[in-house]
């Protein structure tokens, strides 16, 4: 039986960022890191983007952080490994290859997996959703061969992935069920340009469109919608939202409706096991509320301090300010606060024809969220303090 004093599951920025907090503070305990992927913790955030648009996109380059960092601090790192069972009360996991571990602490930081719309021939290939390094090496080689693609969803996922293949000069449709892109982020008028700006770019837009299935043999050739129209399709890029990976705590205390429920320290109620990134269900202590985050920002910070707060040496609370950005054609955007409830004022400050404004969403007079669309860093630091200096935190 291998003994550790500290186990990771999940080998995501989160998983990483654990390793790099616990090193801050215990030099000598013994960590391994397991993850599915055979690939060491790389930018995932960029496969969506310059990855997929790039002639020859270097692997190693992804890396975060370079892979010579697990073994110059002592981590041990399991790629390509799944943990199969995770025994709670022994403070055991089993990994797919029969072996066990007893650790002493750990931290789930599983991250999560796109959604399979409920439809036929999802399994077909040629049907993408866009996840990991191979799923993003798949859609580059299928670019390639295939002129007509279909992108389901209007999130951040299928708005860059939709962008960065019409980039490439493909025949890119969206098909999303609500009326403008990113409803479920941004008010209906900045949401409107944004539909607008697709359809500028050469992308058909079939907004209020629902998804009722793919068709074709062993690949795909039709995408039909529930109105009853087929449109031809080579290639299809499913990415209808994400879903945390719970499979190996379910029907546990670590496994909620919404994600891994933990504390302000990213504790779970069992002590000395952690949640981290896209599986927390955290206390939102700037903004109130409970939430679970799927962005990049969220899953290396919970990771570096649920690292320190697992060697016992520190005991910090989790309290950034919720933030994401993206970047679709020529525009980036970033949003700091909470954007889950679409406000009830909003102050536009720049103009959507320049493609460089800040939106500011109130709910009645509190300020919520801000916008920001073409501005600097330290423009979108500078709304992270405006915005905690509103909450009065
Ligand atoms: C294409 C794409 C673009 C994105 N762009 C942005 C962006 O622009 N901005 C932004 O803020 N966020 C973006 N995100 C979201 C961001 O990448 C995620 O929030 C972040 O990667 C979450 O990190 P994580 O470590 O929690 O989980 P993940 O990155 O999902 O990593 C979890 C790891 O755990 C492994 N694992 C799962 N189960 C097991 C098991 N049983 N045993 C072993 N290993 C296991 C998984 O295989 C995976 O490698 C993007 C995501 C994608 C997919």
């Not at 999802?122 to 007509?148: C, H, P, S």
């Not at 409107?192 to 209020?208: A, N, P, R, S, V």
Request: with cysteine; glycine share 10%.
């Amino acid at each position: 039986m291998i003994q550790r004093d500290y186990l990771i599951i999940g080998g995501g920025i989160g998983g990483a960022s654990v390793c790099q907090g616990i090193r801050r503070y215990d030099k000598r305990g013994s960590v391994t890191l397991i993850s599915t992927e055979i690939f060491p913790p790389y930018k995932r955030w960029i496969l969506s983007k310059s990855f997929l648009r790039e002639k020859d996109p270097q692997l190693k380059k992804l890396q975060e952080p370079d892979e010579h960092w697990y073994q110059a601090n002592k981590i041990e790192t399991r790629f390509g490994t799944v943990v199969t069972q995770f025994n709670i009360d022994r403070r055991l996991a089993v990994l797919a290859n029969g072996e066990s571990i007893e650790f002493n602490k750990a931290c789930l930081a599983m991250g999560s997996r796109p959604v399979r719309p409920p439809v036929a021939g999802v399994g077909l290939g040629n049907v993408i959703y866009l996840r990991t390094i191979r799923d993003a090496l798949a859609l580059r080689e299928m670019a390639n061969l295939e002129k007509t693609v279909m992108v389901v969803g209007g999130g951040l996922l299928a708005c860059e992935a939709a962008a960065s293949l019409r980039m490439m000069k493909l025949k890119v449709s969206l098909m999303h069920r609500d009326s403008y892109l990113l409803n479920r982020y941004v008010d209906p008028e900045t949401g409107g340009w944004l539909t607008e700006y697709f359809t500028k770019h050469g992308i058909t837009m079939l907004m209020g469109e629902s998804l009722n299935g793919f068709e074709g043999k062993t690949i795909l050739r039709n995408v039909q919608t529930k109105s009853g129209d087929r449109h031809p399709a080579g290639l299809a890029v499913v990415a209808c939202g994400a879903e945390p990976n719970l499979d190996l705590v379910r029907n546990t205390p670590l496994a909620g409706p919404h994600g891994s429920p933990v504390t302000d320290y990213l504790e779970t109620e069992e002590k000395g096991i952690y949640a981290i990134g896209d599986l927390a269900f955290y206390p939102d202590r700037v903004m109130g509320g409970v939430r679970r985050q799927t962005h990049w920002d969220n899953a290396r910070d919970q990771g570096v301090i649920a690292g320190a707060n697992m060697t016992g040496k520190k005991r910090i609370r989790y309290e950034q300010i919720p933030y994401f950005w993206s970047e679709m054609f020529d525009l980036h955007l970033d949003c700091v606060g909470d954007f889950s409830v679409l406000p009830t004022r909003i102050d536009l400050r720049g103009a959507y024809a320049k493609k460089k404004f800040v939106a500011r969403y109130y709910q009645g007079e509190k300020l919520r969220a801000i916008l920001l669309c073409q501005q600097t860093p330290r423009e979108v630091e500078a709304a992270k303090k405006e915005l905690r200096h509103a909450l009065g935190k």
